[in-house]
């Protein structure tokens, strides 16, 4: 049984911070999933949902650790979800990257990285691996 006022407070901060871990959890494993399935609605909505779980849980951690510290698991937790994030954007950059390089192929003459002011990439047959007809 808890008798202090400390462990009191550890639960109770734990119990605060899991929250917003598992909204975390539960938006990685989302977006996961619409990467697995190659839906770039889901991908874009899940990828927006995970921001705003990421902004919320680095709000109530960093809370946390100026009020007394983060307990050990879940700081854990929070660096395996942050190593997922990472994972999940250098998978998506290789993904883009490989469309670019697709794009440059079929599309011969028009390839640059330089974007647009619609935002999209404007490109040009200057482009190494672009080629002429």
């Known amino acids: 049984m808890l008798t202090t006022s400390t462990e009191l407070f550890a639960l109770q901060l734990a119990a605060e911070l899991e929250t917003p871990l598992v909204a975390v ?26 921001h705003r779980a990421l902004a919320s849980a680095i709000g109530h951690f960093g809370r946390a650790a100026r009020d007394g510290g983060v ?4 700081r854990h937790r929070l660096a395996l979800a942050g190593g997922q994030v ?21 599309l011969p ?3 640059s990285n ?17 080629m002429l007809a």
């Open 114 to 130: 330089i974007y647009a002011p619609s935002g999209a990439a404007e490109r040009s047959g200057s482009s190494p691996g672009s």
């Open 71 to 74: 307990p050990p698991p879940l």
């Open 109 to 111: 003459g028009t390839g």
């Open 25 to 50: 959890e539960a938006r990685l494993a989302s977006l996961g999933s619409a990467l697995r399935g190659n839906d770039s609605a889901a991908i874009e909505a899940e990828a927006g949902e995970l």
């Open 86 to 106: 990472a994972a999940q954007r250098e998978a998506l950059a290789r993904a883009t990257a490989a469309l670019d390089r697709a794009i440059d192929v079929l």
